[in-house]
Every structure is written in structure tokens, then in C-alpha cells.
């Protein structure tokens, strides 16, 4: 009886599909949103204005989110990898 090693998997979710560039202006964006939401949220004044500014942070969240990890799942969906990132043929 032969056991034979499996495969590794590495999960979807695990991989880098965004450039270093990309990376670190998605950071860049997603703190600046996160400190301007934040900051206008404080002085809020309507409820359409604290919606926005909380869709301001989620976007901010989002965007550190995924520099931080290096993976975008709308990248993934849409099959897109940049060229710098695609492995030699």
C-alpha cells in the first residue's frame, strides 16, 4: 500500500493578486478615508450625512483590508491578475 502526499491547496482568498504600487496607495486611500469619515462623522449633522460617512469608512476598511493582504476578491472574480504578478509560461 503506497500513500500518496496530497496536493497543497492554497485557499482562493490566500493569494496576492495586486501589485506592491497597488498595495500601498490602497493603504494610503483606505487610512485617509477611514481619518476624513471619522472626523466628519463627528460634526454630522443630518442622517444622510452619517450614512455617507459610514459608507466613507466601510470603503476605507475595504481598502486597507485588501492592501494589507494583497488579495481583492473582485480581481479573483473577474479573473484579473496583473502581468507584473503572472507567473512566466
Known amino acids: 500500500?503506497?500513500?500518496r502526499p496530497t496536493a497543497v491547496h492554497t485557499p482562493r482568498w490566500r493569494t496576492i493578486n495586486?501589485?506592491?504600487?497597488?498595495?500601498?496607495?490602497?493603504i494610503a486611500l483606505g487610512l485617509a478615508g477611514i481619518v476624513v469619515g471619522l472626523?466628519?462623522?463627528i460634526?454630522?449633522?443630518?442622517?444622510l450625512a452619517v450614512i455617507l460617512e459610514v459608507l466613507l469608512i466601510a470603503?476605507?476598511?475595504?481598502l486597507l483590508v485588501t492592501g494589507a493582504l494583497g488579495h481583492c476578491p473582485?480581481?479573483?472574480?473577474l479573473g484579473h491578475v496583473p502581468?507584473?504578478?503572472r507567473s512566466p509560461r
Not at 74 to 77: D, F
Open 83 to 85: 502581468k507584473s504578478l
Open 39 to 41: 472626523v466628519l462623522l
Open 18 to 26: 495586486i501589485t506592491p504600487a497597488e498595495r500601498i496607495g490602497r
Open 1 to 3: 500500500m503506497t500513500i
Open 74 to 77: 473582485l480581481y479573483a472574480k
Open 59 to 62: 470603503a476605507g476598511l475595504d
Open 43 to 47: 460634526s454630522a449633522g443630518s442622517a
